[in-house]
């Protein structure tokens, strides 16, 4: 019925413009409800024509909003959610126009498949408002040929933040020396690379990934600076944005996007971190949080801090967050003082998280355990998720430890490990790494002694890169001359 109707298209550049609609009404003026109406359907078809998604190529799904609440973002008006907005696309073989249910979920309209030339496609959107006239928006986009068969990745780029300073809440990179793990040294004389312009200004925690495709990176990272307001209402009153860039070189980064994505009830948004769901055709984003049972954030709901859990395509639009892991989930810990730092590593057909929890028994310290689970989005409640390693940086010999970024070695990686979890000494030297060639039950991490880090690297990322990404950022901004630290027994040694 939607398309049925007689549809009439919008005053914006490039669509076709319709008899203005008074001329429709026989004698005197809209009423007020219909002129609101049509001003409303005026304003959502302005935001899908302009929405910055179109505005570049498209190289993964797309996120194709169904209500006028989903493009007029933060404004949540009622009239706005009961406007429906359906689709149709030109070639749904390239970009589908219908939801596909499948055994694991639901694949949402806007999955794109890219096939071996690039391929121009018209989406066509049209607004439907109660009390107005149906719009049709035009929305010519040009979908990339899927890129070539990826070149080996040869060496490695690390995203972090170094202090609790004002200039130490900016991101730096280092790259590996070669194809090692455990040799780094830093870009641009270790000075930062981005840095806010929006909400705290501070950055912390960086994630950075390679899309699904291959041939696009996201960066997220946590909104807070405690260097310029400190720790004490920092999980009541922290953000409830994350901070998120995207580039399709590693060395070129679009503008900043300061991107709400939690609850009115949470107290902070800390520490994300994104999978790909090929299930869903989509990205599962995981943070931490305190909840409320307020939003004002006055009562807490007892479980301390927890993981949410949400979903994208792009890294603009995101589901609403459910919670995924807290500590009510696992009767061996301590449910109020929740958990904090969550990172996920697909191996084979399993996933396996690495989670800082408290335990009630067993472990000196607040440390990480170790979890896995056939299925990624699987509730911590619901059985899926095994524990396969507890207490794991004091069985290694560290300190108490957070902030865990799990990753796998590169084929040929000369490190001597498979696997890599580096975990935060927050308090001391930064990152120390643990390795292991074997993620089966009960894993056996080891301390690793002689890795050489930038400076007291805090909580990041570890992102596998190929030579000529690593050649094109040594080109942008150069190795450093600083001399990287060296670890030995956890004493943060110059490297003379």
Known sequence: MAFGLAVLAILIPGVAAAAPARSMLRQGEPSQPARNAGELARAIAAALKTDPAWQAPIRGSVTLPETGADILRGQQLAPARQARITWRSSNPAVISDVDRKTKDGIVAKGAVTRGSEDVDVRLTAAVHVPGAAILAVPIDVTVLAKPAH?????????AYFPDDSADGEKIRFAISEGNNALQWKTLNDARPVLESSLGTLGLRDPFIMRSAEGDRFFLMATDLS????????????????????????????GNQRHVEVNLPNAGMTWAPEAMYDASIDAYVVYWTSQLFKDDARRQPDGNGPQILMSTTRDFRTFSTPQPWFKSADL?????????????????GDHFYR??????????????????????????????????VSRCIGRTAGTPEVEGPSIFRANDGDTSGYKYYLW???????GYIPLGTNALEDDIKWTRIQ????PPRPRHGSVLSITAEERDALVAKWGNSSDRPSKFRGGIGIADH
């Open 423 to 429: 975990v935060d000494h927050y308090s001391g030297i």
């Open 450 to 453: 002689d890795a050489r880090l």
């Open 331 to 347: 009767p061996a810990l301590v449910r109020d003082r929740g958990m904090i730092d969550t990172t996920v590593l697909k191996e």
């Open 226 to 253: 405690a260097g310029r307001t400190g720790w004490s209402d920092a999980t009541r009153k922290g953000s409830r944005y994350l901070e998120i860039w995207e580039s399709v070189d590693l060395v070129n980064w």
């Open 150 to 158: 990826p070149a080996k990745n040869e060496a490695y780029l690390f």
């Open 354 to 387: 690495f989670t800082k929890v408290t335990e009630a028994k067993g472990c000196p310290s607040a440390d990480i355990i170790g979890q896995r689970s056939p299925s990624l989005r699987a509730a911590g409640a619901s059985g899926s998720w095994r524990v």
